[in-house]
Nanobody, 116 residues
Framework: QVQLVESGGGLVQPGGSLRLSCAASGSIFSRNSMGWFRQVSGKERELVAYITSGYTPIYVDSVKGRFTISRDNAKNTVYLQMNSLKPEDTAIYYC??????????WGQGTQVTVSS
């Protein structure tokens, strides 16, 4: 069973920054891409970014230029640096293998709230 523990969320003003961390089971880091996802109340979870096993990052258009995904395989950890935050970034953020269909076990997520 893969375990995922997200942390680093909080309340920030528009334009602020947060750095999210995801501690994961070592078994998912060898061959899998890792993704960050977010879910707004009442809506489906959506992909934000993912990073391949070859360290190539991919972002959805809404966060390009503002967010940076990275991974440290030695620490079994994936990160999401979030800059220039906007109110529409408010959501619960989750990490998982990408594509997430390969792992049905989600963590608790971490709440990000962007508000003035």
């Amino acid at each position: 069973q893969v375990q995922l523990v997200e942390s680093g969320g909080g309340l920030v003003q528009p334009g602020g920054s947060l750095r999210l961390s995801c501690a994961a089971s070592g078994s998912i880091f060898s061959r899998n891409s890792m993704g960050w996802f977010r879910q707004v109340s009442g809506k489906e979870r959506e992909l934000v970014a993912y990073i391949t096993s070859g360290y190539t990052p991919i972002y959805v258009d809404s966060v390009k230029g503002r967010f940076t995904i990275s991974r440290d395989n030695a620490k079994n950890t994936v990160y999401l640096q979030m800059n220039s935050l906007k109110p529409e970034d408010t959501a619960i953020y989750y990490c998982n293998i990408y594509p997430s269909t390969r792992n049905p076990s989600w963590g608790q997520g971490t709440q990000v709230t962007v508000s003035s």
